[in-house]
């Protein structure tokens, strides 16, 4: 069994540019690039994250199609209950899902064919549908695309079930395959 950790973000709460530093396919040429005749794209595993870039988080902000997506704790236990019945559906093992006000951290195991951005595009798919039931009407709740960290071996797993249910900052809801719903302190 493979496992990954998976992020996303909510719609409009983490833009290009923004100051926390983002991961975006801007190309542009850094003080440590090599010189070349074309432009270097920066959304590659591995590659450091955008600093600040203001004119590019405005542009952002204003090509917004909605106002930014804020999850409440309810919202957050209809992600989880959705994560967790896509994942009994599709035969994967989630681990640990974490949800905060902008973004949510999930560790998940898949065996076979299965492509981790399809397993992601699933999460968020089958989410937003659970979200608008509870939301009375249909409307935009995820970025794009978001973030697959593979995870090598069970040590890894071991630290991001780590990561997830106890190192963010004032999650909304937090569920693990062994403990369950763990009460927010």
Known sequence: ??????????????????????????RDLRVTDPITPFRVEHDRPGEPWETAIPGLVASARHRLKCPPVFLSPPAARVVIEQFR??????????????????????????AGYWDVDRILVDLKAYASRGLNEQAGGKQKWWTRDGSKRMLPDDRAVAAA????????????ARWSRTEGYLEIP
Not at 5 to 18: A, K, M, Q, V
Not at 96 to 107: D, E, L
Not at 161 to 172: A, D, E, F, G, T
Request: net charge positive; no cysteine.
């Open 1 to 26: 069994m493979r496992h990954a950790l998976l992020t996303s973000t909510t719609y409009g709460t983490w833009l290009p540019g923004d100051p926390r530093g983002s991961v975006t396919s801007v």
């Open 85 to 110: 019945e896509t994942s009994a559906i599709r035969g994967w093992q989630l681990e640990a899902v974490s949800v905060m006000r902008n973004h949510f951290h999930a560790v998940l195991g898949f």
């Open 161 to 172: 079930v780590n990561y997830v249910l106890h190192k963010q900052p004032y999650p909304l």
